[in-house]
């Protein structure tokens, strides 16, 4: 999402952030109960690309799921709430801490035994495909 500026007064900072009309996909995909192959694939895509785009900056965002998918009221996708990522500098970093929404998480991230940052946000990204064309996540946390 694309932030236009920031500021304090008292006892908040403000963020002037653009506007995303369509909600997020959580709701979109509640109201349909499903999405049909060619909506989910279209959707699908952009998330992809998102995600590519974030990963050559070497930002890995670690909390993807239905809600952080926003659509503008065009349709297309903005990725959010990066409140959990990490800059990595080294790709074949492995890393311990646990953090994400436990239905979406990989399973080696729950294992303890270390897990890539990149490979574990390609598998909630499937497990948000799984839920648009199921309506449900394949593993209830």
């Not at 959707?43 to 974030?54: A, E, P, T």
């Not at 990066?82 to 790709?91: E, L």
């Not at 890539?116 to 497990?127: L, N, P, T």
């Amino acid at each position: 999402m694309r932030l236009y500026e920031s500021f304090e007064i008292d006892s908040h900072i403000v963020y002037v952030m653009e506007v995303c009309g369509g909600g997020d996909l959580l709701t979109f995909v509640r109201r349909r109960r499903k999405l049909n192959e060619d909506q989910a694939k279209f959707i699908f895509r952009q998330i992809i690309n998102g995600l590519k785009y974030v990963h050559s900056k070497g930002v890995l965002h670690r909390d993807i799921k239905l809600d952080n998918i926003l659509l503008t009221s065009e349709g297309d996708v903005k990725i959010c709430d990066f409140g959990v990522s990490k800059i990595v500098q080294n790709k074949n970093l492995v890393m311990e801490d646990q953090c994400g929404t436990p239905a979406y998480i990989a399973p080696e991230v729950f294992s303890g035994k270390g897990y890539k940052g990149f490979q574990s946000d390609i598998w909630s990204a499937g497990v948000v495909l799984y839920a648009m064309l199921l309506g449900t996540v394949p593993f209830k946390a």
